[in-house]
């Protein structure tokens, strides 16, 4: 049996890092665990509380290969608001997608 090789997975669509597919493939996961909890259980609940851990990682990732240095309060903003968007029951590429333009809006870097 030949030995067993490592693939990495190469995502071909713009505008997503090497290390955000693995992202995105646990933040689906996630997803699939079902509804959230509600109203202030949600907000600090222990999935949430992933789904911003892996939030703010992305954000340093992909704000560091473009070179730039996030202000103050951006990454909070951004991953609070990916938060609230999945809460409220949008995809988790709705929820980037959304969020992103909000920050860039808000942030103008």
């Known amino acids: 049996m030949p030995p067993l090789q490592r ?55 992909e704000l560091a290969q473009a070179g730039k240095t996030a202000p103050d309060g951006m990454a909070n903003f951004a991953c609070s608001c990916v938060a609230d968007r999945i809460t409220s029951g949008s995809s988790i590429a709705s929820a980037r997608s959304d969020c992103k333009a909000a920050t860039s809006k808000r942030y103008p870097i």
């Open 7 to 61: 693939h990495r997975l190469r995502s071909t669509r713009p505008g997503l890092v090497p290390g955000s597919v693995g992202l995105t493939i646990t933040l689906l996961a996630l997803a699939a665990l079902g509804p959230l909890e509600s109203g202030a259980e949600a907000s600090s609940g222990p999935i949430l509380e992933v789904v911003r851990s892996f939030c703010l990682s992305a954000f340093e990732t």
